[in-house]
T-cell receptor, first 113, second 112 residues
């Protein structure tokens, strides 16, 4: 069975510091995609970053980067220079098969001024 | 572009009432999805539509029906609402297999 696990229900970070959110997954497929989504209090789901499984290079989008460890089935999100606007729920997601997207239970990130 | 539009934003139903949640996308996406979000459980797939004219069950389909009216629209119907269906419902769409999901802003449904 395909699963996505986020073991940190809540994290805190000081403004301007760096924080890493963890995600592990399990799939028997070789062709898959991984995503991080952000959900601020407005409830909107916003794509933060994505990673293709067959690409060795870790994806980066401005202050957001991932550490993709394929053998360990780990996909962590690093947020550098944290800002107050980064406070949100963060969801890790796995696209498995042709149509299915499986989501983790989320990590609530608090940013302290 | 409006992206994915869901209506209504909020709804309160009594047990046993029926209602339809509407979803439309203007991005010419092929696949559309309905998820529910409950505290501590992430997003769970209710139904999806791979393409116009097809629908398939997801992880939690019981108590729901869907209609892919055309390429743009994908509705979710609750025939007889139950308190267990109190949740936030998200519609999403994607262009192709390697694309991310694009989400609507959600509908908060309360069943009393």
């Amino acid at each position: 069975a395909q699963t996505v696990t986020q073991s940190q229900p809540e994290m805190s970070v000081q403004e301007a510091e760096t924080v890493t959110l963890s995600c592990t997954y399990d799939t028997s497929e070789s062709d898959y995609y991984l995503f991080w989504y952000k959900q601020p209090p407005s409830r909107q789901m916003i794509l933060v970053i994505r990673q293709e499984a067959y690409k060795q290079q870790n994806a980066t989008e401005n202050r957001f980067s991932v550490n993709f460890q394929k053998a360990a089935k780990s996909f962590s999100l690093k947020i550098s220079d944290s800002q107050l606007g980064d406070a949100a729920m963060y969801f890790c997601a796995l696209r498995t098969g042709t149509y299915k997207y499986i989501f983790g239970t989320g990590t609530r990130l608090k940013v302290l001024a | 572009n409006a992206g994915v539009t869901q209506t209504p934003k909020f709804q309160v139903l009594k047990t046993g009432q029926s209602m339809t949640l509407q979803c439309a996308q203007d991005m010419n996406h092929n696949s559309m999805y309905w998820y529910r979000q409950d505290p501590g459980m992430g997003l769970r797939l209710i139904y999806y539509s791979a393409s116009e004219g097809t629908t398939d069950k997801g992880e939690v389909p019981n108590g729901y029906n869907v209609s892919r009216l055309n390429k743009r629209e994908f509705s979710l119907r609750l025939e007889s609402a139950a308190p267990s269906q109190t949740s936030v419902y998200f519609c999403a769409s994607r262009r192709d297999r390697d694309s991310p999901l694009h989400f609507g802003n959600g509908t908060r449904l309360t069943v009393t």
